[in-house]
């Protein structure tokens, strides 16, 4: 495989991307040569390919299997294990949200049930902080039961969904807030 120089320009970006997510951005290329790759690639050829070393590629590999966003594939005759992503651009979607929720949303549900309960029993002085993290505990929630409804779509309904937007958004009285009047609402 040759790298074209649109394919370039997307694994450049979105290891750029997967970094300022919070992400390793090798393991961020890797996914995206793989994805963009027309046939499962060897740990060597990614090495090439991204100019790595084999460690760093096997690393984010392995990484990238337990996301659930790439996969170990064989080809008969051939000893060495080849490596795909997943083509499905939604179902990439929903595996990195699921991951994500599992690793993140889930443990700050945790956390903030914790804190709101020490807020409760700690009397006025933790009154207000126990507020906010109440607030912030019905946010975390609502967006969490949000995605597990949108996650029950099927990739058809999901792509409907996302298309109309912008009239769900004029449905619910969606107007453009001035930077002021989104802080006076925010709270």
């Not at 984010?60 to 008969?76: A, C, D, M, Q, R």
């Not at 505990?137 to 409907?160: C, G, P």
Request: net charge neutral; hydrophobic share 40%; glycine share 6%.
């Amino acid at each position: 495989m040759e790298l074209t120089p649109a394919s370039q320009k997307f694994i450049l970006h979105w290891g750029e991307m997967g970094h300022a997510w919070g992400i390793n951005r090798t393991m961020a290329q890797v996914h995206a040569l793989l994805f963009v790759s027309p046939e499962p690639l060897d740990a060597e050829q990614i090495s090439t390919l991204l100019d790595v070393s084999r460690s760093n590629v096997s690393t984010s590999i392995k990484e990238l299997i337990t996301w659930g966003v790439v996969k170990k594939v064989h080809i008969i005759g051939d000893r060495r294990d080849r490596f795909e992503a997943l083509k499905d651009v939604m179902e990439t979607f929903r595996v990195i949200m699921a991951e994500r929720k599992r690793r993140e949303m889930d443990p700050t549900i945790t956390l903030l049930e914790q804190c709101v309960a020490e807020a409760k029993s700690g009397g006025d002085s933790d009154a207000y902080t126990g507020e906010q993290l109440e607030k912030m505990l019905e946010f975390v929630q609502m967006i969490t039961l949000w995605y597990s409804q949108v996650d029950r779509l099927s990739s058809s309904s999901m792509k409907r969904l996302l298309r109309a937007g912008a009239k769900i958004a004029r449905l619910f009285g969606s107007e453009e807030k001035k930077p002021a009047e989104a802080n006076t609402t925010a709270s």
